[in-house]
């Protein structure tokens, strides 16, 4: 990654972190089990690509990034949420390299209620459905307090119904439709529709970040005016060049770094780009020998390098590093409509950095 | 019930039932399995006594009933959300007398895509827990658009911040240490910590209706001033006795009527405060055998039969009775406080049906 580029990725994680560990929502929580759980994915944190992209987005329309501080946590804390129920619904064990949230409150079951296995693992989901219910409220409230930064209350509103109709239903309609596909005859399922979920799933929070941060800039929530238009595309194709990354590199990566295990969409039949390209283009043996590989229960070593020769040889990895460019260079094209400065050179070395990452 | 409240309460219901139908967030989202359950509980609906505490508490400080109308909407929604995340945590199979969220998006799982019965079943809890996620958004827009009624920005940012703060971290709370309760030993669950799971769950989303219909009526949202906190102290004490009632009626109730199997608490072994009242009343032969009709797999006519002439024997009924009328009477003297009017004739109503009902 470009070193400036680092360093300012690490200032937006210790100011997010710090504003959401400031934040008092969890200290009403009981059992305290449950406020640390609340806490846990918003304060460890990712790569806090989302609030780095409201904050900069804020500053590339002349804004004062300060003033979108609450809105840049709030996107943060709204992302940990879809990404707790994501991991029950997932049955994920693991989510950056750490127990995941479901996973983490069934180990303190065991230790403080001394339950057998299943209840525990019972307790643990149940638990993670109230923490990520509690985690959306805070999202709204965190962007409430936006007020406190000078941002006036009729723009506030605007923004925190964006979240809540446009986000929320695009978001978990795309999430939706990801649980929905396995269930689904794997031929009936349009290369649009899974374009169409991870539209959702990944780039309409990716695209209210950018737009929230550049309207807190404007004082407008005009999201079809000329630069609220060109930053929404610019994070838009963004999103799915991320996501089509986090596809290739769910096969092709490395799971030292990765933080969740190789293959896993494979083992759950997820429909995605990689896999309906490499369907399209794999003879009848190629295809049933695919669908052998779909659905195990573990993925070693040789299964991976198998799937990834298999999609090496016949054009489906090259078909999805040149999809991944063809989005980030629309993402480009955007951001060249807008004004030239500090945070629209942040915004270029971000997506340089995303279609460059091997992990 | 008092026919005029009965009357009044189907009124709020038709309106309350219409402003859900025509708002459009459900159409935005796909698959349309999804979109169904989202309209489902907030469309059948309940008794609707938030909405109609919120619109009578505006009426009764002098506000205009349909100013608060989106407002009134959006806690029945928002009581709608917390009830679909609940039954699948309970494992519940029948809400007001139809199947349950979940247990329906299994059904129809079934006959969308034939896969096997456990397949469907985690289906069902999946979407469910995504309907819930959606409705919760559904209910912080629809408080949004009262705005469209006039409410001030200013306020509604007030009420959408009281939501999503107070609200949902008191209400999750209750709802986690409901869930937490069976995970520990009997002994050291305190009648007190009982009393604030209650106040939880229950009586602040009441407590938050009755002061955001009074706070549109005033146009202020100073919870503390004296006829909010009357307001208040009326709605929590109402649903601290209509829960005592409920776990009452989930004993001594006619199954029929009450729309979920009887004994319930006792299959999960729940410290309800009638339970509490007899494990402290009870002889140490009594005692035994309570436990010993704990946790059963089923509860048939005989068991409820020896668990009511328990209850009556020992005096726990009786005291759950009386406790449920004190706090009655508490909501009836905060009530007494605040101008007397048709509306607040209606709140009195409310309360005496509470005390009342059989079902």
Redesign the interface.
Known sequence: MDTGLKKELETVSKLITQTIAEDT?PS????EC?ASAVRAYPIHGGKRIRPALLLWSCGALGGFPDSALYAAAAVEIYHS?TLV?DD??DEDDLRRGLNTSHVELAVH?KK??R?DRG?CAK?GR??A??A???Q???S??ML?RS?EKGVP??L??KL??A???TV???L??G???D??FP??KLETIRPEEVM?MIAGKTSCLLQFAAQCGGAIALNSADFSCEPLAALGAYAENLGIAFQLRDDYLGLFGDVRKFGKPLGSDFQEGKPTPLYLEAMHRLSDAGKKRLLELTGLPEYPQEIIDELRAMMRDCGAEDTLLRRTESFTERAADALSLLPQNRYTGLLSALLDYLLARTV
Do not use: C
């Open positions: 929502f009403g929580i009981s059992p449950l949420w129920h029950i619904i079951a403080a209620y339950k209840t307790f149940d638990f459905i109230l990520g219910d509690m959306q409220a805070w709204f409230a409430l007020a209350p009729e506030v509103l925190v119904s979240l809540a109709l929320n239903r695009r978990i309609s999430e939706a439709m649980v929905e269930m689904r169409k």
